[in-house]
């Protein structure tokens, strides 16, 4: 390896100072709350890092490919998926991880739309929220959300403020879950998609809200193969996330 390619390993590698350990409760090291308590045997440190760059630097210039695939499949329980492939797409000794198909599991769920390199990820459980979809009864306003699935991030945003502050969509945009923090509300046409699949991820008999708004009143819903609409001032329907990722 040259010394660039060493270095480009090492970065990623470091990125996971004080980091938790997936074994050790990710949930757990978050709920500290003394910052003097995290760290301990929570988190990776130096020489853990380093026992990782070591075996990987190691095998890569004995052109071990298949050491180095065992190496990394050993932190598989240690290190969580996002960290895993930077560490991973570092390495100029293995060949490139190939991209998901439509119904692969990958990074959280299951992969249920692809557009371009963009890769659409379902969550394959219901989110369990602990706020409302709005927290007044305030209705008869339009925020301008979108059906289509790429909208469904910025739908999201936009229905984070909410008309009476944060609620359902500020939540499942800030609760982590497997690593990763970056989920949101699917558009009704992504339900669609997701339905689609004939996986069985939706739940039958289950309405589902969706980040898109029916006009000034209303937000679209899906359940049992059907579209419908549900009262925004509502409670009820339950909740699937999605998130997306790159593939190159």
């Not at 997936?22 to 026992?51: H, Q």
């Not at 949101?184 to 699949?197: G, H, K, R």
Request: hydrophobic share 35%; aromatic share 14%; net charge negative.
């Amino acid at each position: 390896m040259t010394p660039t390619e060493k270095q480009n390993l090492w970065n990623a590698i470091s990125k996971l100072n004080n980091k938790p350990y997936i074994g050790s409760g990710y949930g757990a090291y978050n709920n500290v709350k003394n910052p003097a308590l995290r760290g301990g045997l929570y988190t990776w440190k130096y020489r853990d890092m380093r026992d990782l760059y070591e075996q990987l630097v190691k095998y890569c210039e004995l052109g071990e490919s298949e050491a180095v695939w065992r190496v990394l499949l050993g932190y598989k329980t240690k290190i969580y998926p996002a960290y895993l492939r930077k560490i991973y797409q570092s390495l100029t000794c293995t060949p490139p991880v190939p991209c998901p198909v439509v119904g692969d599991t990958w990074h959280g769920g299951i992969v249920f739309f692809i557009d371009g390199n963009d890769y659409y990820i379902v969550d394959s459980n219901d989110f369990e929220p602990t706020f409302l979809w709005f927290m007044c009864q305030t209705i008869g306003f339009n925020l301008g959300t979108n059906p289509d699935i790429p909208s469904s991030y910025n739908n999201t945003l936009l229905l984070e403020p909410g008309p009476c502050g944060p609620a359902l969509a500020a939540e499942v945009l800030n609760v982590a879950q497997y690593g990763y923090n970056d989920w949101f509300i699917p558009s009704i046409q992504a339900l669609v998609e997701i339905d689609n699949l004939g996986l069985g991820i939706l739940t039958p008999k289950t309405n589902y809200w969706s980040s898109t708004e029916d006009g000034d009143n209303n937000m679209f819903l899906y359940g049992d193969g059907t579209i419908s609409t549900f009262d925004k001032a509502s409670t009820g329907p339950a909740v699937r996330r999605i998130r997306k990722e790159t593939c190159i």
